[in-house]
């Protein structure tokens, strides 16, 4: 029996204008797809290097995507295939970008050992801070409350970053002193903070505070030994329910925050390293992308591949999702 598509994927063609799927690859291609019948609407052009992150901006209309020394926008109602912003001049990767949410600054990590926040609000290049860390950067996230940010390098260390004060001054976290951190993520809820390292293990964080008045404090959890070989991400579902990891060992594996058990391994016979994963709005899907070229829709309930997304030349390297707008 068909597994049914998420419920804007059989929308009508006005809802399904909203849906947004993108793709990169190492062939230095993006693509955008319509999701609901899996062809491809528009090819961008990414000549200049591999992408290691996209992103979509909260109004929906632009598409951010990390590379070897830049950062390009791509207007995402228009019919070209070339850049419209460029932020040039960086020295290394870019290695994790980030909006917060009412668009006024993008956040950005990167393999010289920086995080740095772009002001937005005016057309030029502006950097409005930087936080430094003595190792290459492979991962950025920002807590819901929009002012602390999680870093995370190639030293296995976690750094915390109140991007409101003057002083770069924290308490770092060293799950593993032995495994760099790939990937981190917290929860839309702010209830949990998971770092997913090279060895294909998770380390969990219950999260309190997040104001001004009370900073955040963080209780380790649980430790998983999720993945067997490296490990690449870790996302929570937009109701805060579930838990995605990715790895080379070609699984994406599924969990519940309930208790971090595990709900189930989503396999293809032909997946390779699973690089990327995001969910859909409603928590029910997941569209992951893989060394094999090819991006899949699952649904969650099932294990099953809803639909496949096929024609990168070479392995997935990011992906954006977007199926309900922000405005």
């Known amino acids: 029996m068909p597994v049914s598509p998420p419920k804007n994927f059989t929308a009508s063609e006005e809802d399904r204008q909203k849906v947004i799927l993108a793709t990169s690859s190492y062939d230095h291609d993006i693509k955008?797809?319509?999701?609901?019948?899996?062809?491809?609407?528009?090819?961008?052009?990414?000549?200049?290097?591999?992408?290691?992150?996209l992103e979509i901006t909260p109004d929906c209309q632009l598409l951010a995507a990390a590379g070897h020394q830049h950062i390009r926008m791509y207007d995402l109602n228009s019919s070209t295939s070339d850049h419209i912003i460029n932020y040039d001049g960086i020295s290394k990767n870019v290695t994790a970008l980030g909006f917060q949410e009412n668009g006024k600054w993008m956040y950005t990590g990167g393999e010289d050992g920086t995080a740095k926040i772009w002001d937005l609000r005016s057309k030029n290049l502006h950097i409005s801070k930087i936080f430094k860390v003595d190792t290459p950067v492979n991962c950025v996230c920002l807590h819901p409350n929009q002012v602390d940010m999680f870093v995370g390098d190639q030293a296995g260390v976690i750094h915390i970053w109140d991007v409101n004060s003057t002083n770069n001054e924290n308490d770092p976290l060293v799950p593993d002193v032995n495994a760099s951190i790939q990937h981190l993520a917290v929860d839309a809820k702010g209830m949990f903070l998971a770092a997913i390292t090279n060895k294909g293990k998770v380390y969990i964080w219950r999260l309190k505070g997040g104001t001004e008045e009370n900073p955040i404090t963080?209780?380790?959890?649980?430790?998983?030994?999720?993945?067997?070989?490296?490990?690449?991400?870790?996302?929570?579902s937009p109701d805060s329910s579930l838990m995605a990891?990715?790895?080379?060992?070609?699984?994406?594996?599924?969990?519940?925050?309930?208790?971090?058990?595990?709900?189930?391994?989503?396999?293809?016979?032909?997946q390779r390293w699973v690089w990327d994963v995001t969910f859909s709005s409603d928590s029910k899907?997941?569209?992951t992308g893989s060394s094999d070229s090819t991006a899949r829709l699952w649904s969650i309930s099932s294990g099953k591949v809803v639909r496949e997304y096929s024609g990168h030349r070479k392995a997935i390297s990011a992906l954006a999702f977007r199926d309900t707008p922000l405005y």
């Open 245 to 270: 990891t990715t790895s080379a060992d070609t699984k994406c594996t599924i969990w519940r925050t309930k208790d971090f058990s595990k709900v189930i391994d989503l396999t293809d016979q032909n």
């Open 285 to 287: 899907f997941v569209v």
């Open 218 to 236: 963080l209780t380790p959890i649980r430790s998983l030994a999720a993945h067997a070989k490296y490990g690449l991400k870790v996302k929570f």
């Open 32 to 53: 955008l797809w319509q999701a609901h019948t899996g062809l491809c609407e528009r090819t961008l052009q990414h000549s200049e290097s591999q992408v290691n992150a």
